[in-house]
């Protein structure tokens, strides 16, 4: 079956500059997570959405990073005011409940 | 706080050695555990879970990992590596399908 995915899959952008980073995940899956992926950090939590319930967003790390979980279903994670320090590989994952979480492929962000 | 340490970062190895990689977690409650792996250019894969029962887990790819609840160790192991096994590898862990924690990686480069 088809798994998460994600897009773009490479995003240029120029510091300053706002991004929007798409989450598609398995059909189902209740749960929803977002990590990064960086040299100096390894993998990183960002923010979990699980149904209905208010997003944990302990993970994220400024208030330039936001989320949204439209429908139950796809998800935007959005970066604001773009920084060098910002260029990683974003990640999401979904799961069904208690169950293994399943990753996207990245979007491998660039940060001029 | 809760954290998953790996010791090896890069390991080489030959073809038909056998693999061990070390993985030690802190958590409080009832954690599961969980290796991932993402060969060269690919997304992260599960290669095998620990949630309960026989703390001996097998999973894909000939990989197996044990549990010591005793040592917080959950160890992944491989009889006889193949070059095709070339990839880095992440141990996790997390609570009741809340978010992973990831250790720091270990890169390992298996030569033909």
């Known amino acids: 079956g088809a798994g998460v995915s994600q897009s773009p899959s490479n995003k240029v952008t120029e510091k300053g500059k706002d991004v929007e980073l798409r989450c598609d995940p398995i059909s189902g899956h209740t749960a929803l997570y977002w990590y990064r992926q960086s040299l100096g950090q390894g993998l990183e939590f960002l923010i979990y959405?699980?149904?209905?319930?208010?997003?944990?967003k302990s993970g994220l790390p400024s208030d330039r990073f936001s989320a949204e979980r439209t429908g139950g279903s796809v998800s935007t994670l959005t970066i604001q005011r773009t920084q060098q320090e910002d260029s990683a590989v974003y990640l999401c994952?979904?799961?069904?409940?208690?169950?293994?979480?399943?990753f996207g492929p990245g979007t491998r962000l660039l940060v001029l | 706080a809760q954290s998953v340490s790996q010791h090896n970062h890069h390991v080489i190895l030959s073809e038909a050695a056998s693999l061990e990689l070390g993985c030690n977690y802190s958590?409080?409650?009832?954690?599961?555990l969980f290796w991932y792996v993402q060969y060269p250019g690919q997304h992260l894969q599960l290669l095998l879970k620990?949630?309960?029962?026989?703390?001996l887990v097998k999973g894909i790819k000939g990989f197996e990992a044990e549990f010591i609840k005793s040592k917080f160790s959950f160890n992944l192991r491989k009889p006889s590596v193949q070059w095709s096994d070339t990839a880095e590898y992440f141990c996790?862990?997390?609570?009741?399908?809340?978010?992973?924690?990831f250790g720091g990686g270990t890169r390992l480069m298996v030569k033909p």
């Open positions: 994952a979904s799961r069904r409940v208690q169950e293994t979480q399943y």
């Open positions: 959405f699980q149904g209905n319930s208010a997003p944990d």
């Open positions: 958590y409080g409650g009832t954690v599961n």
């Open positions: 620990y949630f309960s029962g026989d703390p």
């Open positions: 996790a862990a997390n609570n009741a399908g809340n978010m992973l924690t």
